[in-house]
Structure formats: structure tokens, C-alpha cells
């Protein structure tokens, strides 16, 4: 057993099913595009000679940790030490944790907009993305871009 626990694999489903999904969210949603792993700093570098295996891929640094392309997202490690630095306020709720994920937008301003009127608390990433806290999203942090 890995020290992640469980390794999510994702694919893509059946046109047939995929179209039958609602495709307008209210906050308009239209694609997951990034997932953060937070691991313990010491093994960071063991996760990602790890990852590198499990996705044929070499990610680069950005130094605040790695970044895999998959395509159309991105996995992103981050050593613990380095999460508040990218999310304000954050901390993850264990090691290794996924503690963050990203989703695209139509229109941030309407997505913004959506959430305030809805009283969701907001925050700013280093990045300057807008992010739900973990505390306000059962536990993982919902950033928009």
C-alpha cells in the first residue's frame, strides 16, 4: 500500500452517459482543471518519484512544489510547509492529503457573484484565484479560475 492510501485513476466515460450530465451549473462550472496533493516536506521527493512513475510524465517545479500536465489539468504536489503560502489560512487535515482542486469557469465575476450572494465565505490565493475555503467545502478547498 502506497502512503497516499488510494491512487484515483480517472477516464473518460461514455459520450452517451456524459451527455446526459446537466451542463450548467449555477456557478458555472465547466471542468475540473487542477488537483493539490499536500504531502509531509521530507517526502515530497518520494511522492513525486512515485507519481512519475504511476503517470509516465516528469512534472515541473514551480517552487512551491511540482506540477504534472495531464492535458487538460494538472496535478499539483505541494510540500506541507508551502500550502499556507499558496492558500491563506489553510492547513491540511492530514499527510498526504488532497487539499485542494480547481475548477474553470464561464465567468468569474458570475461565479463570484453567486457565491457572495450565498453568504460562501471567499478568499484570495497567492495566485490571486478565488478560493472557498476547506472549512466552507467539507474539507478541501474548491478554487475558481
Do not use: W
Amino acid at each position: 500500500m502506497e502512503a497516499e492510501g488510494r491512487i484515483g485513476v480517472v477516464a473518460d466515460l461514455d459520450p452517451e452517459i456524459q451527455s446526459s450530465r446537466a451542463v450548467d451549473h449555477p456557478n458555472g462550472a465547466v471542468a475540473l482543471v487542477d488537483a493539490m496533493l499536500c504531502i509531509a516536506d521530507l517526502e515530497l521527493d518520494a511522492v513525486r518519484t512515485r507519481y512519475e512513475a504511476y503517470l509516465d510524465r516528469t512534472p515541473t517545479g514551480n517552487g512551491h512544489g511540482y506540477v504534472f500536465d495531464l492535458g487538460t489539468a494538472t496535478l499539483t504536489l505541494v510540500p506541507a510547509s508551502g500550502l499556507a503560502e499558496l492558500l491563506p489560512g489553510q492547513q491540511p487535515p492530514a499527510l498526504p492529503a488532497l487539499v485542494a482542486y480547481t475548477v474553470a469557469v464561464r465567468d468569474l465575476a458570475a461565479t463570484k457573484n453567486l457565491l457572495q450572494a450565498n453568504e460562501v465565505p471567499l478568499c484570495r490565493a497567492a495566485s490571486g484565484e478565488l478560493f472557498v475555503p476547506a472549512t466552507a467545502a467539507i474539507g478541501a478547498v474548491i478554487a475558481f479560475r
